[in-house]
């Protein structure tokens, strides 16, 4: 087929118009903040917030434990490129530090979101990393609202020209965790009181059980990456057998603490049940799900 000259220059106009109208999207949607997390809870919180603005990775993947994960050289590069990195702190990434030495330039934005917030105190982390007090304050979904106002703060100084942007996602975020805060309340509830004990595998869940009216009756490690020891096993046997509902509680990451936990549950007739603390999954993929996935488990091993 043949085309005038006139004809051509239609043609040349109608492509030049449809390339524009491809890539114009592309450009208006692309990210302005390259966003690196510890792990994948905090990730799921700055994506709600940063939207199609940022580029936000993991660096402990679904289903990792940041305790005792050890970064490769994809997540180095990952944080070479970023523009800001978003962590716990209270000695949960013990790598963290090692890993800014060696990888990160040395004026890259570090936002530590546990800032500003009490840690519980207690002898149980004495002889542990977390000498601060339990870094675990995202299972207090209260405490997970104040990660997200931080994580909106370090957004809007390093792109303020989408602040308004971001704050709109940020408000509406919060006012969806000040729904799941409320819904948590009223759903622990349905658990009479006497029953509201947690024996768990490791010791994470003290700002739950601080915010929503449950007691920590035991735990068998502090530390999740090392194995319970004989008088450990016992001591907590001896402790979920005085439990009018024996349920020992573990942790979808730390996979070797199940074989300990069914061990102990087999011990007094009792079962094991399953809880989020650090680490979303495929099946749980976001912090919301996550909340609501332990409130279920709670009222069917519970109630």
């Given amino acids: 087929?043949?085309?005038?000259?006139?004809?051509?220059?239609?043609?040349?106009?109608?492509?030049?118009?449809l390339l524009i109208t491809l890539l114009?999207?592309?450009a208006a949607?692309?990210?302005?903040?390259?966003?690196?997390?510890?792990?994948?809870?905090?990730?799921?919180?700055?994506e709600q917030v940063g939207g199609t603005k940022a580029e936000v990775s993991s660096i402990v993947p679904l289903g990792g434990d940041p305790h005792t994960w050890e970064p490769t050289p994809r997540e180095a590069r990952h944080l070479a490129t970023a523009d800001v990195l978003l962590?716990?702190?209270?000695?949960l990434e013990?790598?963290?530090?090692?890993?800014i030495r060696s990888a990160a330039r040395p004026d890259l934005p570090v936002i530590v979101l546990s800032e500003g917030l009490e840690p519980i105190p207690g002898a149980s982390f004495a002889a542990h990393v977390h000498e601060e007090g339990d870094?675990?304050?995202?299972?207090?979904?209260?405490?997970?609202?104040?990660?997200?106002?931080?994580?909106?703060?370090?957004?809007v100084q390093l792109d303020p020209d989408n602040a308004a942007y971001y704050t709109a996602n940020a408000e509406r975020y919060l006012q969806t965790l000040a729904e799941l805060d409320q819904w948590i309340e009223q759903?622990?509830?349905?658990?009479?009181?006497?029953?509201?004990?947690?024996?768990?595998?490791?010791?994470?869940?003290?700002?739950?059980?601080?915010?929503?009216?449950?007691?920590?009756?035991?735990?068998?490690?502090?530390?999740?990456?090392?194995?319970p020891s004989s008088r450990e096993m016992a001591n907590i046997v001896r402790q979920l057998a005085s439990q009018e509902r024996p349920v020992i509680f573990v942790e979808p990451q730390v996979s070797s603490g199940h074989r300990y936990a069914e061990a102990v549950a087999s011990e007094v007739g009792g079962s094991v049940g399953l809880l989020y603390s650090d680490s979303l999954t495929e099946e749980v993929p976001t912090?919301?799900?996550?909340?609501?996935?332990?409130?279920?488990?709670l009222l069917e091993a519970l109630q």
């Fill in 29 to 46: 949607t692309a990210a302005s903040l390259r966003v690196v997390a510890t792990f994948s809870v905090i990730a799921d919180m700055a």
């Fill in 87 to 91: 962590y716990n702190g209270l000695g």
């Fill in 287 to 297: 912090y919301v799900d996550m909340m609501r996935w332990n409130v279920n488990q």
């Fill in 187 to 227: 759903a622990v509830l349905q658990i009479p009181e006497e029953r509201r004990k947690l024996v768990t595998y490791h010791d994470a869940f003290g700002y739950l059980a601080q915010r929503y009216g449950f007691e920590i009756s035991g735990f068998l490690v502090v530390n999740p990456d090392r194995e």
């Fill in 94 to 99: 013990l790598w963290v530090d090692r890993l």
């Fill in 1 to 17: 087929m043949f085309f005038s000259k006139e004809g051509r220059i239609v043609v040349l106009g109608l492509v030049a118009a």
């Fill in 135 to 155: 870094p675990h304050f995202w299972l207090n979904v209260q405490y997970g609202m104040h990660y997200v106002e931080r994580i909106l703060a370090a957004f």
């Fill in 24 to 26: 114009v999207p592309a």
